[in-house]
């Protein structure tokens, strides 16, 4: 009797092992979730630019091609604004970027074009690595704008638009989530004037005509005459010659971002 005891002990306890075993909920199951959250924007991705190689006609640009987040000090960055919406196909970014070099007294003011400043703003485009191209400033979400040094005086800097003619735009991103990375890469074409300043040393004569008196007498009789002349000076001057000349600007870019 006491084997056939020990027997449905036994058993009961086999029983209720496997019962336990059997009923584990979900959540004791290690296995990997996908959990969506409630609020979309949580799950947008924020990432940070952390390099930027911007080239022109081949040259670096030398104020916006750095490598590392410290060498951004030369930069007034007024908006850094940069989305990600991975849970729709194909993922869709929000790129807001302002920025312009810190002190223009710093510009080297050669005689070429030169990019010193853009603002960036593209809401809700595709994330396939097929270029966008602007064209005619037609998108009245996305824009971009470029300051731009014709010269050697800051009056000869103005704002242009990239995607009107004759000049050309187009950008494409790229999402690399096993690096945690977002690449922008773009390229434009900008056709401007740029001017050059040229100093000339001068010497004009300068004529005034002048009247003196003269005083002859007849006999006892003093007469006073007119006498008109021309009086010549030399005046030495300095005259700036200004000159535009038609140019053009190839750049190609690209922005490596991070989260």
Not at 92 to 119: A, C, P
Not at 236 to 257: A, C, G, H, Q
Request: proline share 5%.
């Amino acid at each position: 009797m006491k084997e056939i005891r020990r027997a449905k002990q036994l058993l009961t306890m086999v029983i209720f092992v496997a019962f336990g075993f059997g009923c584990s909920g979900p959540v004791d199951i290690e296995t990997p979730r996908r959990v969506t959250p409630v609020d979309r924007n949580q799950a947008f991705i924020r990432p940070r630019i952390t390099m930027i190689v911007f080239d022109e006609n081949g040259a670096p640009n030398p104020y916006f091609s750095f490598a590392e987040p410290e060498k951004q000090r030369d930069l007034l960055i007024k908006k850094h604004e940069i989305l990600v919406d991975t849970l729709v196909s194909p993922s869709r970014i929000w790129f807001r970027y302002i920025v312009e070099h810190i002190d223009k007294k710093k510009l080297s003011r050669n005689q070429r074009l030169t990019i010193y400043g853009m603002n960036f703003n593209f809401d809700s485009l595709p994330i396939t690595g097929v270029p966008i191209s602007f064209t005619n400033g037609k998108s009245k979400t996305s824009w971009v704008k470029f300051l731009l040094n014709r010269g050697r005086k800051d009056n000869f800097d103005t704002i242009i638009d990239p995607t009107l003619p004759p000049n050309s735009f187009e950008i494409d991103f790229i999402l690399n989530k096993a690096q945690r990375e977002v690449w922008a890469r773009g390229y434009t074409k900008i056709y401007d004037k740029r001017f050059t300043v040229v100093f000339r040393d001068t010497t004009v004569i300068d004529s005034v005509k002048k009247i003196k008196y003269d005083t002859i007498w007849v006999g006892t009789e003093r007469i006073i005459k007119e006498i008109e002349y021309w009086e010549k000076n030399e005046i030495k001057l300095r005259i700036e010659e200004i000159t535009s000349y038609p140019d053009s600007l190839f750049v190609n870019f690209r922005f490596k971002m991070r989260y």
